[in-house]
Nanobody, 122 residues
Framework: VQLQASGGGPVQVGGSLTLTCAASGPTFRATAVGWFRQVPGKAREFVAATTRTGSLTQYVGSVKGRFTISRDNDKNTVYLQMNSLKPEDAAIYYC????????????????WGQGTQVTVSS
């Protein structure tokens, strides 16, 4: 599975942005997918994940109610809709796929895309 994240960019506080993770490979439908983010100098942080079918989702507490993860297996794409953005949401966002677990643990993900930068300004 190869993953490519896009959709990052500058946004004002309170604004919205949708990140897209395009996947290639026949096994994408068999993977759980997650979004992680990283600020320079800090550890990568779990943001959201969804199961193979998209029927279950989980989020880190700081984004609950503001971010929504979804997937379209027909298009081999996963989305992260981000609303009411805050300065602390600024980071490089990575999408990842797991053939093992629907998980918030970075170590459970065996495929990673390159990051897309999100900047939030006031």
């Amino acid at each position: 599975v190869q993953l490519q994240a896009s959709g990052g960019g500058p946004v004002q506080v309170g604004g919205s942005l949708t990140l897209t993770c395009a996947a290639s490979g026949p096994t994408f439908r068999a993977t759980a997918v997650g979004w992680f983010r990283q600020v320079p100098g800090k550890a990568r942080e779990f943001v959201a994940a969804t199961t193979r079918t998209g029927s279950l989702t989980q989020y880190v507490g700081s984004v609950k109610g503001r971010f929504t993860i979804s997937r379209d297996n027909d298009k081999n794409t996963v989305y992260l809709q981000m609303n009411s953005l805050k300065p602390e949401d600024a980071a490089i966002y990575y999408c990842a796929a797991s053939t093992r677990y629907y998980s918030s643990e970075e170590s459970d993900y065996n495929y990673w895309g390159q990051g897309t930068q999100v900047t939030v300004s006031s």
